[in-house]
């Protein structure tokens, strides 16, 4: 009787030996290195490939005003846009869910391909609803199936550095869009619109290429219950107000760089220089996901991201009163710097509400939720626009659902803290 009872302590000894190796490998973050920091490089030109390109659409927005599109009424080309936007987001539940499975690789290069092809076929668009299907669905859903798990890739190799390692990745769709706007309003008018597009898909397909060969996850997936959606996690007070928070913020966050080229057209300034401020906005905003990641570190993201998300919401008000190259270009500097601090850090809390196994599901249940705020937001500015024929109404109004975010986001932290003073 003995044997068979010594073995059977063996084994639960040797099952618990691996539980306790499981989750020690799990706990222990390389935090820097050359692989770790190659999965960086690797983001940011995933980064700048999607989000930098995304982000380029005011250029795209006031080009199509003007030209291909002139007799469509502008708020109905700001779904084009809009859609995009959300289409970055709104796949996160999906495409988390594959990653925590096991399906990174072929979500990559599946999702990779079809944003160089739809980048391909929008040169060939000459109707609204194909310009809406090739840029709006195609690239948006792209975009989507490459950054959601990318973002959950970081949290694989980082713990202590990881607001550094998020804001670096960041600051590749700050580099996407400061130079895509300038190539596309330098080349149009030298090779044409279907040349320039073509051009910009073959520089996503170099960045991508670099992407899929630098990317790699460092966990195995691991069995986890459930499907697409955890619900247990709303039982979470800091989470549910902290998804409600980026709903509300991207109903209005986005609203000044879809505009900003329009608004400056429209108070006289010449339209060579205008385009230059979506440009201006996304370099400064690099700048911004970089110090906020290296502070996020220091003080905690949410300690970062509530501040500098007021700022961007007061700049969102001051900007319709901005008629001039001066006022113009402050407020480009001003709302880059602050916005890209708050979409930089923006899925750093959402890892510290779980362990590393199910990151990708709460991440994309998250930007589900925003997804529709930013798929709202644009068009309801178009439409306050179009209704008031001015842009003070539609500051009000951006401002104003940015800074209930922040209300938001502050009741997500005390909830995390049980207090108004620490670290998160």
């Known amino acids: 009787m003995s044997a068979p009872i010594d073995e059977k302590r063996q084994d639960v000894k040797t099952n618990a030996t691996d539980e306790q190796i499981q989750t020690s490998a799990h706990d222990d973050f390389p935090d820097g290195g050359l692989r770790a920091w190659l999965v960086v490089t690797g983001a940011m030109c995933n980064s700048f490939t999607t989000f930098g390109y995304v982000n380029s659409w005011g250029v795209f927005q006031s080009y199509y005003q003007s030209d291909i599109l002139k007799n469509t009424p502008p708020s109905n080309i700001a779904w084009i846009g809009s859609i995009q936007y959300s289409l970055v987001f709104l796949p996160a539940l999906f495409a988390g869910r594959l990653f925590d499975l096991g399906y990174f690789r072929p979500l990559l290069l599946g999702c990779s391909a079809l944003l160089v092809v739809a980048t391909f076929l929008v040169a060939e668009c000459h109707e609204y609803w194909q310009f809406l299907l090739c840029q709006g669905f195609a690239v948006g859903l792209a975009c989507g199936g490459i950054m959601n798990p990318t973002t959950a890739v970081i949290a694989h190799w980082f713990k202590r550095r990881r607001g550094l390692a998020m804001g670096l990745m960041a600051m590749g769709s700050s580099f996407g869009g400061t130079l895509i706007p300038i190539a596309a309003r330098n080349l149009i008018p030298i090779l044409g619109f279907p040349w320039t597009m073509r051009i910009i898909g073959f520089i996503l397909l170099l960045g991508l290429g670099l992407a899929n060969l630098l990317i790699k996850r460092r966990f195995p997936p691991i069995p986890t219950s459930g499907g697409l959606f955890n619900l247990r996690a709303f039982r979470a007070p800091a989470f549910s107000f902290y998804c409600a928070s980026t709903f509300a913020s991207f109903l209005g966050i986005y609203t000044v760089l879809t505009y900003i080229d329009v608004s400056a057209t429209a108070h006289g300034i010449d339209e060579n220089f205008s385009f230059y401020l979506v440009s201006i906005a996304n370099a400064s905003s690099g700048l911004g996901r970089y110090c906020a990641g290296m502070l996020a570190d220091r003080v905690g993201p949410m300690n970062v991201m509530i501040?500098?998300?007021?700022?961007?919401?007061?700049?969102?008000?001051?900007?319709?009163?901005?008629?001039?190259?001066?006022?113009?270009?402050?407020?480009?500097?001003?709302?880059?710097?602050?916005?890209?601090?708050?979409?930089?850090?923006?899925?750093?809390?959402?890892?510290?509400?779980?362990?590393?196994?199910?990151?990708?599901?709460?991440?994309?249940?998250?930007?589900?939720?925003?997804?529709?705020?930013?798929?709202?937001?644009?068009?309801?500015?178009?439409?306050?626009?179009?209704?008031?024929?001015?842009?003070?109404?539609?500051?009000?109004?951006?401002?104003?659902?940015?800074?209930?975010?922040?209300?938001?986001?502050?009741?997500?932290?005390?909830?995390?803290?049980?207090?108004l003073y620490g670290k998160f």
Do not use: Q
């Open 307 to 419: 501040p500098f998300t007021t700022v961007a919401a007061v700049v969102t008000f001051a900007w319709p009163f901005a008629v001039d190259k001066g006022g113009l270009i402050a407020i480009a500097l001003v709302y880059g710097f602050a916005s890209g601090s708050f979409v930089s850090l923006l899925s750093n809390p959402v890892m510290e509400f779980g362990d590393a196994s199910d990151v990708g599901r709460r991440i994309g249940m998250m930007m589900s939720i925003l997804a529709l705020g930013a798929l709202a937001g644009p068009p309801i500015s178009g439409a306050i626009n179009t209704g008031t024929d001015g842009f003070e109404a539609v500051g009000y109004y951006a401002g104003s659902a940015v800074l209930v975010g922040v209300g938001l986001m502050l009741v997500s932290r005390y909830f995390v803290l049980k207090g």
